[in-house]
């Protein structure tokens, strides 16, 4: 009793202290259920208690990077299956010479493995034609005009922006051909071609008459490799484009090992 009378203060202070840390763990425990329990002491003889981490709930996210679409390719061979078009004196026929052109077009790019059709003037796979671009293949006159009557010219879809397959066929089958761009004979006619009211909207189409029946025949119809190539080479340079993401350009020509 005599120990306790001496020493009641430090007895009180311990018993003060003892409740206060009693009254702060109760207190700051967390409920059950509340926190996820992600470490805890538990060595021998040791006062221990957990650590609490709230964890909300939160949606997993992923992204994927979206692949483009199959890359097709219609190529119509002008008046095929309709027509004659226009007619030489000696029998030969815009039909014929468009025909011996987009075979040609039509093969490389398969060569190169791209899904292409070879379609007729009024195909009826042109209803709501769905590609990456549509090319009409068409001659002009045989008649004899005037000695500028000689060249090409392409008209672009005026139903959709066709400006980047306009601009690559018209830089590459330049080159190729060597022929002039015969701009002043483009008419109205040929932006209302019947087959761009015909394709699915947003595809990209254009009509090129490859040269004259009269001045450009040599070229048209001895050497229809040639005038293909120039025409392939417009297409894979636009396809180059859609693949890289630039578009109203001219990039460069197929090279010669179709690479």
Sequence with gaps: MRFIRRNLSLLAFLALAGAAMMGAYVYFSPASGVAEVVAAGSSAGALSAPFVKPVPAR??????????????????????????????????????????????????????????????????????????????IHADSCDYINDVA????????????SSSLSICVEDAYRRATEMSYHANTITPDMADYQAFRRISSGVPAIIIEVGFMNLDRPMLTQQPDRVAGGITDGIWCFLDQIRSGVSYAPQFAIPPDGG
Excluded: M, W
């Design 59 to 136: 949606p997993v996210l992923q992204r994927l990077i979206q692949s483009p679409g199959p890359i097709r390719v219609g190529v119509i061979s002008g008046h095929k299956g309709n027509d004659s078009g226009a007619v030489c004196a000696d029998g030969l026929t815009e039909a014929e010479v468009n025909e011996n052109i987009a075979v040609r077009v039509v093969s490389a790019l398969q060569a190169r493995g791209i899904a292409a059709d070879l379609l007729t003037e009024f195909d009826p796979r042109l209803d709501g034609y769905v590609a990456t671009a549509l090319v009409s």
């Design 150 to 161: 000689t060249g090409f010219k392409i008209a672009g879809s005026g139903y959709t922006d």
